[in-house]
């Protein structure tokens, strides 16, 4: 998979992908992702990014054209499976949708700051516009790196078995259960028999069952 990801910031995204998961993962191949500082794209002899908006009111908007021939040149070069806006009035990002992006050959991914980017880049080059959650950051910088690494650690290859992304939490909407390593007493505290009864189907089951409970008293809109 390909991802490319262009924001007016590129040194904020310098770390979240330099190490673990994702740094392996862009190590063995399984996954580039190219940084675009869309300031290069200005063809204004200032370089600006953004203005003031039209009918008044605070803050900026990033201008169309920086972005727009950003994403001309890449789209000359690919084809995009799909062009992501990180905005918090975008749909909120769960575990299915990051499924599905992670099937992806090539994905596009917008930074915006200030007040967001031009109404007409959202209508005409965006497909998706994402927010990972009902708070509002200062830019979409580290949005995307979330939705980088909830979407590159789903590329088959890219965990090993001890990682596995099948038992994760929401993967079958319920919420992972409790898990427990050595010692089996710690201060007095002991691990649940059942865990070291040896017995996998009773394990198994007892996992089940702490997933659901978990599930039905924190979050039982997932049930
Ligand atoms: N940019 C600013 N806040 C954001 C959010 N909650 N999700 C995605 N992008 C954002």
Known sequence: M????????????DGPFADSILNRAQKNGLCEIHIHNIRDYSTDKHKS??????????????????????IDKLKAEREYDEIIYLTPDGD????SMCNTFSLGKNLLMIC????????RLRDHYVTREISIGDYV??????AAAVLVDAIVRLIPGVMNDETSALTDSFQDNL????????PA????????????SGNFKVIDEWRMQQAFEKTKTRRPDLL
Not at 175 to 182: D, G
Not at 185 to 196: C, H, I, S
Request: aromatic share 8%; proline share 7%.
């Open 2 to 13: 390909r991802i490319d990801i262009l924001t007016i910031l590129p040194r904020l995204l």
């Open 112 to 119: 915006g700051h200030y007040k967001g980017i031009d109404q």
């Open 137 to 142: 950051l200062s830019g979409g910088e580290l």
């Open 49 to 70: 990014v953004d203005d003031y908006q039209f009918g008044g009111g605070a803050g900026m908007v990033m201008l169309i054209q920086p972005i727009a021939d950003c």
């Open 175 to 182: 919420l992972a259960p409790p898990v427990y390593t050595r």
């Open 185 to 196: 007493e710690y201060n007095g505290w002991k691990v649940p028999d059942v865990l070291t």
């Open 92 to 95: 909120r990002l769960n575990q």
